[in-house]
């Protein structure tokens, strides 16, 4: 086993086992209500058990914390495009001197 796997089980496991005993300890129905407004007849609601309801929302906020840190990164993946870019035009360019400059110098030797 490497390094990472032990510490993978060493904070994985626990997580698990909390969030197992979380859901087996919560599972009594909850009324979600969308409507903010109207208390007593809302618009919109949910029925939900409570430990869906949690994990839901921890679910959304991984997601929303992929989404903003992948938005953030945006200016350094396109300067790497850029720059990935760049080098291949240079070595492109450095192989059709190097060409050049060789046939240049057969063309000299044959004179």
């Known amino acids: 086993m490497t390094l990472k796997s032990i510490f993978n089980w060493i904070v994985g496991l626990p997580i698990a086992v909390v969030g197992i005993g979380f859901a087996v300890a919560n599972r009594q129905w909850v009324t979600v209500s969308f409507d903010p407004i109207n208390r007593v007849h809302p618009f919109a609601t949910m029925d939900m058990p409570l ?7 921890v679910l959304i906020g991984i997601f929303a914390g992929w989404y903003v840190a992948w938005r953030g990164n945006a200016k350094y993946r396109r300067a790497t495009r850029e720059a ?22 057969v063309a000299n030797r044959q004179e």
Request: glycine residues 4%.
């Open 51 to 57: 430990w869906a309801l949690v994990f839901c929302g």
């Open 84 to 105: 990935k870019i760049e080098l291949i035009r240079t070595q492109q360019m450095h192989e059709r001197e190097k060409r050049d400059l060789q046939s240049t110098v």
